[in-house]
C-alpha cells in the first residue's frame, strides 16, 4: 500500500459546481497534513494547512478523519482558475529526519489529483 | 527577495555525462531539499540537509551527491546520467522551526537523459 495515495482524476467539472478529492494515509502516527496546488509545469504551493479540527480559507474546505486515515479537500463555486493539480502531503513519519536529536518527519506527497474546471 | 532559484531550467544529457542543478534560496532557510517528479509517482525526495554541513539521504538518493557549504546554495549533483534520471527536479526549502509548515519551492529543472 503507498504511504499516501489520491484518486489522480481528472475530474471535469463545471463552473460553479463543487467537487471533493479524498486522501489516504497509511501511517497512523502521521502528524501534518497539507494540500499544495500544481499549476501545469510550474511548482507546487501550499493551498492549506488541515487541522484536526477542519479547515476554511474562503470557498475551501480541509477535514480529517484520524481514525479512517484520511485527508479531503473540498472546493465550492469552482473557477475556471481552480484547474490544477492537487497535492496530498503528509508528514509521515516522525522519526524519519534528525538534526542534533530532533526528529521533524518526513514529508510524503500523492500522486496528486487532476482537476479542469471548464465554462 | 527571489525566493528559491534554480538554474537551469531546462538541460539534455547524454548517457554518463555528469551535471550540476543549481539551488539558491535568499530567505535564510535552514532546510533545503531536493525532489523528483516523475509522471504517477508524486514528488520523491532525493536528498535534504537542515544547515550548512549537514546533508542526508531521502527516499531515492542513488546517483545523486550533494554538498552544503552555505546556508544559501544546494547544488544537486548527478554523477553519470541515466536515462532513468530523465525527470523534473524541484528544490524546495523552510525555516527548520517550520518544517512541518509551508515549503517554498523552486520553478524546477526539466532534465532529459538520452
Known amino acids: 500500500r503507498k504511504e499516501v495515495e489520491q484518486d489522480p482524476g481528472p475530474f471535469n467539472v463545471p463552473e460553479g459546481a463543487t467537487v471533493a478529492f479524498n486522501c489516504t494515509y497509511s501511517n497512523s502516527a502521521s502528524q501534518s497534513f497539507f494540500w499544495y496546488r500544481q499549476d501545469c509545469r510550474k511548482e507546487p504551493k501550499l493551498l492549506m494547512s488541515v487541522y484536526s479540527s477542519g479547515n476554511e480559507d474562503g470557498r475551501f474546505t480541509a477535514q480529517l478523519n484520524r481514525a479512517s486515515q484520511y485527508i479531503s479537500l473540498l472546493i465550492r463555486d469552482s473557477k475556471l482558475s481552480d484547474s490544477a493539480t492537487y497535492l496530498c502531503?503528509?508528514?509521515?513519519?516522525?522519526?524519519?529526519?534528525?538534526?542534533?536529536?530532533?526528529?521533524?518527519?518526513?514529508?510524503?506527497f500523492g500522486q496528486g489529483t487532476i482537476l479542469t474546471v471548464h465554462p | 527577495n527571489a525566493g528559491v532559484t534554480q538554474t537551469p531550467k531546462f538541460q539534455v544529457l547524454k548517457t554518463g555525462q555528469s551535471m550540476t542543478l543549481q539551488c539558491a534560496q535568499d530567505?535564510?532557510?535552514?532546510?533545503m531539499s531536493w525532489y523528483r517528479q516523475d509522471p504517477g509517482m508524486g514528488l520523491r525526495l532525493i536528498h535534504y540537509?537542515?544547515?550548512?554541513?549537514?546533508?542526508d539521504q531521502g527516499e531515492v538518493p542513488n546517483g545523486y551527491n550533494v554538498s552544503r557549504s552555505t546556508t544559501e546554495d544546494f547544488p544537486l549533483r548527478l554523477l553519470s546520467a541515466a536515462p532513468s534520471q530523465t525527470s523534473v527536479y524541484f528544490c524546495?526549502?523552510?525555516?527548520?522551526?517550520?518544517?512541518?509548515?509551508?515549503?517554498?519551492f523552486g520553478p524546477g529543472t526539466r532534465l532529459t537523459v538520452t
Open positions: 524546495a526549502s523552510s525555516p527548520l522551526s517550520a518544517f512541518r509548515d509551508e515549503q517554498y
Open positions: 540537509s537542515v544547515g550548512a554541513g549537514i546533508t
Open positions: 530567505m535564510n532557510h535552514e532546510y
Open positions: 502531503v503528509v508528514n509521515s513519519d516522525p522519526f524519519a529526519l534528525n538534526a542534533g536529536g530532533t526528529s521533524y518527519g518526513k514529508l510524503t
